[in-house]
């Protein structure tokens, strides 16, 4: 399933981007492209994240966007 419909990225690049070692929902978004234009699929990354036992830190949105992009 596509999460990310700006940079075209999947539930799978999520998952592996996690399983090889992000741990942060800003290093999700920087290992896989998510969340760099519209920010509409960050909280499907997000709830992906959580899903996958990870910790998502309190890192503010902006933060996000700024790291990515």
Do not use: Y
Not at 8 to 17: I, N
């Amino acid at each position: 399933m596509i999460v990310c419909h700006c940079e075209v990225v999947s539930d799978r690049d999520v998952v592996e981007s996690i399983d090889a070692g992000a741990r942060t929902l800003a290093q999700v978004c920087l290992a896989t492209g998510a969340g760099r234009n519209c920010g509409g699929c960050v909280f499907s990354v997000k709830r992906l994240l959580c899903q996958h036992g990870r910790s998502v830190s309190a890192t503010p949105l902006t933060e996000v966007a700024g790291a990515t992009g």
